[in-house]
């Protein structure tokens, strides 16, 4: 709790010391229920849920003298209430041999950084883990999947630049099932800037994955970078036109202040949200907790 809470320091002296400002007054009137609702919004977490929150805490202390802690503890309250429900882990389906996660998003999101992550927790459970370099268009990011690859004990399967990204998973899969793996990671391309191109390529990966097991992927976890805002949220819009998005993963939560995002993407997706990203190295992929996270979020 308190690395997350280092992690989300940026976050939280945002919103905690602004919260501290407008509250000086001590009193919940019209002009500080405004304020706090603009902070909210640009904290990020959107229009809709910051103006339900402050309509919350107005019904029952309008006109009240109030603590900043005191509307800090309430807010947390209500956005752990927001976030309870998609809170949940990656679990790795063990009976489904092999579990098939289909990691997508655009690129710089971090797919390739949190499938390591993933990988080495997985490993750490005494789990088979394969991985599939189906970034198949950045040379960068197939050599960085072989060094997570080689960082963590696990079997990379990788083709030159160029490769067909639906046969490349293809392979991974048969390997993964000659070997008994548990689980196949599968890297993505994230080229948004065409969006034809990148749905056909999807959407042929998906195909492929299917004739090998037609309940596959079992997961599509789309990676989102915080830092980018509300380009998270419209990124969400985007995917979820292309594929069948099954959960998040956020990532970049330790130089940001932008912590608001899972708020505004819980209330709008209700997608699970796996995991968040607060580093670059191995460890820094936290189990996302609703009560932790509203918490380090308020300061
Ligand atoms: P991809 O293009 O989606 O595969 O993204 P990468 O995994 O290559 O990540 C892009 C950059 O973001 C790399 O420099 C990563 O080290 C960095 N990165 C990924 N996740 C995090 C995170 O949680 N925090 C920070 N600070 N950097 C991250």
Redesign the pocket.
Known sequence: FSRLKAGLSRSSSKLGEGIGGIFTKKKLDDESIEELEELLITSDLGVTTATRLTENLAKTRFNKDVEPHEVSEALAADIATILEPVATPLEVDKSKSPHIILMV?????????????LATQYKAQGLNVTLAAG?TF?A??IE?LQIWGERTGCPVVAKETGSDAAGLAYEAIERARSENADVVLI?TA?RLHNKSDLMSELQKVIRVIKKLDENAPHDVVL?L?ATTGQNAVSQVGTFKELVDVTGLVV?????SARGGILVALAEKFGLPVHA?????TAD??RPFTAKDFSRSLMG
């Open positions: 998003g655009v690129n710089g999101s971090g797919k390739t950084t949190t499938i390591g992550k970034d950045r960068a990011a960085q890297d994230g990676v970078d990532t970049k939560l330790d130089g968040i990203g607060v580093g670059e820094d992929l």
